[in-house]
């Protein structure tokens, strides 16, 4: 990223100088890189934009501006991020209906569900390729086939997914994807939208007007060094991935038995055969999420997702799981990631039972002393 901010400063809207060549050729190389890692058939499926939530924004706005005239049903599930959930409400104020459809106790969508949901005017699916919340990975191939039949437009939030399971959108029939690059260890601020061009060549409305930039679907000048930084960080993630992710589903693996085998009434939340290998969603019974929390603050977690720590709700994500209230505010995410050893994962397991077992038996204490 280092050059574009220094000596290759140019605009790569700009196509009079070599100022300008050299941003647009980093630019398109990072387009290249990201549009095969996605198994596109055109580099020019890809517009960048600000992050996922702006590729999650157009996607469903632009699909329902653009084909509201032949349907107003927009088909999604429970457990999306709340970038999908917000547009899918905004779209909902503006006369269309949205089927939010429910998931298994194991935070999977049953594909047959999302196909009972599909109607005649239904003009778009948007199902995730991981939750970020309990890292479970949607059966996206077989929905991507279902929708393909119906002729209906498949778009998934990709975020979480990139890398860590495999993800190509003609094999999964996928019209629309987002992908953002601070999740795979890029600079903040940088995301893309996949839009399909041909088999079928999909029709957006821009949500950001202007100068025409992104094939006229994003205006605005672009980000080079974010940008250069996103296709670098898809680069290692090919070079790297599949054996980083042994690794992680190892410590993640580490970290969860070793809490089991010390502390009872501590449940795993989400599938645990299809899941992102640096995810870990656990509920601790008897502790509230923010005590737990406050007591492990040398260690980074957080309770449902990050964007939404802020707020005190039990995660929306698992109550759609059906996980009970208590256990829901019992939940703490645990992320490994790139960074992480076997040491840091073991000594952060056994900070984690120490407070369990220090809150639980304050928790006891309290109740002994008003009893
Ligand atoms: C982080 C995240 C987003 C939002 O991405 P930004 O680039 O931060 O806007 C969207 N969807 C999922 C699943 C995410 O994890």
Redesign the pocket.
Known sequence: MLPYFTTHFGNAASRAHAYGWSAESAVELARETIASYIGAADPKELVFT???????NLAIKGVAESLGSRGKHIVTTAI?????IDSCRHVERQGFEVSYVAVGSDGIVDPGAINEALRDDTILVSV?????EVGTVQPLQEIGAITRDRGILLHS?A??GLGKTPFDVESMNVDLA?V????IYGP????ALYVRKKNPRVRLIAQVDGGGHERGLRSGTLNVPAIAGFGKSVELLCEEGPRENERLASLRDQLEAGIVSSLEGVTINGSTSHRHPGNSNLSFEGVTSDSLMMAIKEIAVSSG???SSASLEPSYVLRAMGVPEHLAKASIRFGIGRGNTSDEIGRAGRIVIRAVQTLREQLAGSLAADG
């Open positions: 600000s992050g996922a939530t702006e590729s999650n999306e991020h709340k970038s999908v995730m390729l991981v939750n970020n939030d975020v979480q987002s953002t690059a601070h999740k903040k601020g940088c995301g997702a990050a964007c």
